[in-house]
């Protein structure tokens, strides 16, 4: 799979679940917890790509 699809994957995949993560918590949403390493930086360029609530 092409590194355009997996991203639009991705994205894809937090929109879905965004409904989710705002219920169980309406002010922050989503949690990220940041270590440094390629998958958190990858997950949090996502995260800020979708504009999704996020803490």
Not at 13 to 28: G, Q, S, V
Request: aromatic fraction near 10%; glycine fraction near 8%.
């Amino acid at each position: 799979m092409k590194l355009d699809k997996k991203i639009d994957y991705s994205i894809n995949l937090l929109r879905k679940a965004e409904p989710m993560a705002l219920r169980l918590d309406p002010e922050n949403g989503f949690y990220l917890a940041f270590s440094g390493g390629g998958m958190t930086r990858a997950s949090r360029s996502s995260m800020q790509m979708k504009y999704c609530n996020r803490k």
